[in-house]
């Protein structure tokens, strides 16, 4: 195998998330609920001889030292790889809005280098190297909705009813450890119940993050209010800027502000996938 084409890299959503308390070494300890939704990057890999590595930007140029080359070096060093590959990337999901697009690059990389190499690493050995790289990648590797706890590291599946959301997305970005570092975050949630939730999946809690992000970045809430006057519950996913809301069936999205259209704002509608594309790439998968 020479190459890989066309490997899909889904956002998320989060329906809910809550910080339930802060470790010693200052990671924050969180409790929601991952929906992946048909929004994607694209990535395609062709495998190179001597161990190097190269990125190429289809879209929205990246930063240079991005997850994916992460992802890469990590995956040569782990597996002892002598193998390179050129990545290409074609950029749709935008960076800093919640939506995971830079873990789920990250988690596609792992996933279609682990096939091009023919490493045959388990599910297991490939989510070691992913939560360093990020909280989010173990979700994205395991590749179904799920309820995910403590840093990233434990991950329930749950099953989830057809669903499509409005997604807004304002022209400017947040930074996680903008959100993170902020003395004003709430950090002392009372923990969730898997139950609780399922019972009401589209309107479960909150996002503890939110306050914060709005005061730092107004236009999420003017998102919130727009999808608000339609008659949507919305709230930020992740750490934003990016917010959504549940489109009850049969609801029709009113057309974006003129002026959103004109400054940069994303609106789109998005559905529930209900598993990865690349479930069935590791050798531990169902």
């Not at 003395?183 to 999946?201: M, Q, W």
């Amino acid at each position: 195998m020479r190459s890989l084409h066309d490997v899909a890299a889904p956002a998320k959503l989060n329906l809910f998330l809550q910080v339930t308390g802060r470790r010693a070494d200052g990671y924050h300890l969180l409790q929601s609920a991952f929906v992946l939704v048909d929004w994607h990057d694209t990535l395609h890999f062709e495998r190179r001889a001597g161990g190097k590595l190269s990125r190429e930007d289809l879209g929205a140029a990246l930063p240079a030292e991005d997850l994916v080359l992460r992802a890469a070096r990590a995956l040569q060093q782990q597996a002892g790889c002598p193998e390179g590959a050129h990545i290409a990337i074609e950029k749709r999901l935008p960076s800093e809005a919640g939506l995971g697009g830079g873990s789920s690059d990250a988690a596609s990389c792992l996933l279609a280098l682990n096939r091009l190499w023919s490493l045959g690493l388990p599910l297991a050995a490939l989510e070691q190297i992913g939560l360093q790289l990020g909280a989010d990648v173990p979700f994205f590797l395991r590749g179904r909705n799920a309820w995910v706890e403590g840093v990233g590291e434990r991950i329930t599946p749950v099953d989830l009813p057809a669903a499509r959301f409005a997604v807004v997305k304002p022209p400017r970005g947040l930074a996680t450890r903008d959100i993170f570092g902020s003395p004003a975050l709430k950090r002392d949630s009372d923990s969730a119940t898997i139950s609780g939730f399922a019972a009401n999946p589209w309107g479960f809690g909150h996002n503890d993050l939110e306050p914060v992000a709005r005061q730092l970045c107004p236009e999420v809430g003017e998102a919130i209010e727009w999808l608000g006057s339609q008659g949507l519950k919305a709230r930020m996913t992740g750490s934003g800027s990016a917010v959504f809301a549940w489109l009850p069936p049969g609801t029709v999205l009113a057309q974006a502000p003129g002026h959103w259209v004109r400054s940069g704002w994303v609106v789109r509608e998005c559905s529930k996938m209900d598993v990865h594309p690349l479930v069935g790439w590791a050798s531990s998968d169902d």
